[in-house]
């Protein structure tokens, strides 16, 4: 009897290949890509949880592919967002305010972190030669700030006006953290509101002192900032939204507990030494959007006319936006 050579069809073999993997022939031709969200977020420690969550893979893990964008400030993120070439961009609670009072409906779906008195993660810096030791010594002078209608100008302007100052008698002037420094140098500059880790990497240098914080004018407690998104797109992606709401919920928790092990994420997405951010005060990690620590903004926007008139800030807020336990919570 003729011995033949043990062949397997080829189509057999692969069907036992795809087998042993877990999978068929048929899913592995028409398998679908996961689901792209394009996030923006700037060089500020808000977006730290964003970044941790992608380097951990919790977003694949969840079935989404996150496309992450650096830009250089929250207006040139919201422009993308409402004008369709991001899906979702971290942006100030203040820009997100004053877009809603001007019909412009975008809304938040996350927070990203919260201000309060021990968790001072901005402030306002001035050279350390500069004669200006106090808020009355602002008068006539040029203060930097990242835009002209943002949470951190609020803030000033309440801050200023606390002290009894009248605002109208500072200059404001546009300018990315970043390039402060440099502007004071120059003396473009008399002072300027940065963030951290801008504000640590400054004053490290020694060449200039923190003159006040202007964000303890807002309240014990303030979300700074939040995850904004068009409502349509989130009405036609919820899924994918309630699963990018939940990653970043997770990664915010752990992020809050191991602020030195995720530092480096930090360091290396903003450009500055690591050890700068391995020192200095990192913001707290906000879990909800809760309209107690928000309102004060509208009402501010409304008194200084940044916007006409006050409103509910939960007109603001998406409905696709995690809710805080029953009895509510604190950041």
Same mark, same amino acid.
């Given at each position: ?29 028409? @398998? ?16 730290? =949880?964003?970044?941790? !969550?992608? /380097? ?6 969840? &079935? ?10 929250? !207006? ?6 409402? &004008? ?61 700030? *990242? ?7 609020? /803030? ?12 109208? &008698? ?10 402060? !420094? @440099? ?14 880790? *801008? ?9 200039? #002192? ?6 303890? =004018? ?49 360091? =290396?997405? !903003?450009? *500055?030494?690591?050890?700068?951010? @391995?020192?200095?005060? #990192?913001?707290? #990690? ?40 029953? &009895?509510?919570?604190?950041?």
């Amino acid at each position: 009897m003729t011995r033949h050579s043990p062949r397997m069809n080829v189509k057999v073999l692969m069907a036992v290949l795809l087998a042993g993997l877990g999978v068929t022939s048929a899913a592995a031709q028409t @398998a679908t890509p996961l689901p792209e969200i394009r996030v923006a977020i700037s060089t500020s420690d808000q977006g730290t =949880a964003l970044l941790y !969550a992608d /380097s951990a893979g919790l977003f694949r893990k969840a &079935g989404l592919n996150v496309t992450i964008t650096k830009m250089r400030s929250g !207006a040139e993120i919201v422009a993308g967002v409402v &004008g369709g070439s991001l899906d979702i961009g971290n942006a100030s609670v203040v820009t997100v305010i004053e877009g809603h009072a001007r019909g412009v409906p975008f809304q938040m779906i996350a927070p990203t972190t919260y201000y309060s008195a021990d968790k001072r993660d901005s402030g306002l810096i001035v050279p350390v030669g500069s004669a200006i030791k106090a808020p009355r010594d602002l008068i006539g002078k040029n203060v930097g700030v *990242v835009s002209l209608q943002d949470i951190f100008t609020l /803030s000033l302007l309440v801050w200023l006006a606390q002290h009894g100052i009248d605002p109208q &008698g500072v200059r404001f002037v546009e300018m990315p953290p970043p390039a402060a !420094a @440099a502007a004071m140098e120059q003396g473009r500059l008399d002072a300027a509101l940065v963030f951290q880790p *801008v504000m640590s990497q400054d004053v490290d240098s020694q060449k200039f #002192r923190i003159l006040g914080y202007p964000l303890d =004018a807002m309240g014990k407690v303030s979300e700074v900032s939040a995850y904004v998104a068009m409502p349509d797109w989130v009405a036609a992606h919820r899924d994918i939204v309630d699963r990018f709401n939940r990653v970043l919920y997770d990664a915010s928790v752990y992020v809050g507990k191991h602020e030195r092990e995720t530092g480096p994420l930090l360091a =290396a997405w !903003a450009g *500055v030494d690591p050890q700068v951010v @391995a020192t200095m005060t #990192r913001p707290g #990690r906000a879990l909800y959007l809760e309209p107690e620590a928000l309102q004060s903004f509208v009402d501010e926007a409304a008194k200084f006319k940044l916007i006409d008139k006050p409103f509910p800030v939960t007109e603001t807020i998406s409905q696709a936006a995690l809710k805080p336990p029953r &009895g509510g919570s604190k950041p």
